[in-house]
Structures are given as structure tokens and as C-alpha cells.
């Protein structure tokens, strides 16, 4: 399984990413679990300056901007084929 984070306020553009990725994820058929992080704290972990942020297994992968549905597929092709 693939466990992805948004990082974000709730911000249009941070769900805008939620709802891509979720898209992706669901088109893709590869199983995940999604989060929305919208703790100030807990953001900082992953060392972000804008989001919103996008998180796969534990590796930042995308900030300040939405990722286009091909850079989320790869990264998640990726990242499930790691496991």
C-alpha cells in the first residue's frame, strides 16, 4: 500500500491537489491511503515553504504547486513498485 499526505490549510489549490491525486489513485487502480495534513507542525516535518505539498511514502515529492496527472502517476508507479 502507498501512503500519500497532502500538505496544506485547506487552501483551493491544496484541494484541487487532494481531488488529482485522489483521480489518479482511483484511475490507476493502485492502492492507497490518502491523508490531508493541515497541521502547521506536522507540515514542517517534511521542510516545505509553500504548498500545497505532496508526500509518498515518506518523501516529499511536490511543493508549492500542483503536479500534473503524469508526474502523479509516475511518482505512484514508483512508489508501488517499491513495496
Excluded: H
Excluded at 24 to 35: L, Y
Amino acid at each position: 500500500m502507498v501512503n500519500i499526505k497532502v500538505l496544506g490549510s485547506g487552501c483551493p489549490n491544496c484541494q484541487r491537489l487532494e481531488a488529482t491525486v485522489r483521480r489518479v489513485v482511483q484511475a490507476q487502480g493502485i492502492e492507497a491511503q490518502i491523508e490531508k495534513v493541515s497541521d502547521f507542525a506536522e507540515m514542517m516535518k517534511y521542510a516545505i515553504l509553500a504548498t500545497p505539498g505532496l508526500v509518498i511514502n515518506e518523501k516529499l515529492v511536490a511543493a508549492g504547486r500542483i503536479p500534473s496527472d503524469k508526474d502523479i502517476t509516475g511518482w505512484l508507479a514508483q512508489a508501488a513498485g517499491q513495496r
